[in-house]
C-alpha cells in the first residue's frame, strides 16, 4: 500500500516570496491533516480535512497561510507571503477513520517537506 | 485545554541499556487517546502505540514497553536492551476528540554502539 507523499521535499525560499506543498494521503483515507515541525519542536496541527471540508482550521495563520482538498483526495497547503517564522517541516498525515470516531484513528504521516526561509 | 510535556529533551544511552521516556499529560476529558511515535532521521512519523483512556494495562512489545498511570496523568516508554537503530526523536501525543493529536516536545534518544 502506498504511503502519504509529499512534494517537494526541500524548498528554499526567501521572505516574502510564496510557496506550495503538496500532500496525496492514503488512498480511502478521509481525514488529512497538515502539521507544521519547527526544529527542536513536536508537530503542531494547522488544518484538518474531513474530505473536502474543513474541521479545525483555529491554529492556521490565516493572513498568510491557505490550504484546500479540492475533491476530497489531495491537498495543497501555501503560505504567501513567507516569513522567515516560517522555516519549518510541513507534515501531511492520513487517516482512515473520521475525527469524530473512537481514537481518532492513527495517523499516517508523509516525510514531510523542509522549507527554509532566508 | 490538552498538553503533552516530555521533560527530557535528549537522552544518550549504550547500547543494550534499558532506557525509560517519560510523557506526562494533561486534559480535562475523561475519554482521551495517547499515542507514541519515532522520528527516526529521515524525518517520517512512525506510529509505535495507542492507548485510551480506560485501559491502564501495561502493554509490552518486544522490547518495547509502555506503563499508563492515569493517577499521575503519565504514559511512559521503555526500551529494553537498546540498540543503535532505537536512535531517534519519541513523541508522545495526546487525542481527546476536540482537536487532533497533540504532541510533546519529543525526546531526542542517542543510543552509542
Known sequence: EAGVAQSPRYKIIEKRQSVAFWCNPISGHATLYWYQQILGQGPKLLIQFQNNGVVDDSQLPKDRFSAERLKGVDSTLKIQPAKLEDS??????SSLESSGRAGGGELFFGEGSRLTVL | ?????????????????????????????????????????????????RRNSFDEQNEISGRYSWNFQKSTSSFNFTITASQVVDSAVYFCALYTGRRALT???GTRLQVQP
Open chain 2, 103 to 105: 504532541f510533546g516536545s
Open chain 2, 1 to 49: 485545554a490538552q498538553k503533552v510535556t516530555q521533560a527530557q529533551t535528549e537522552i544518550s544511552v549504550v547500547e543494550k541499556e534499558d532506557v525509560t521516556l517519560d510523557c506526562v499529560y494533561e486534559t480535562r476529558d475523561t475519554t482521551y487517546y495517547l499515542f507514541w511515535y519515532k522520528q527516526p532521521p529521515s524525518g517520517e512519523l512512525v506510529f509505535l502505540i
Open chain 1, 88 to 93: 519549518a517541516v510541513y507534515l501531511c498525515a
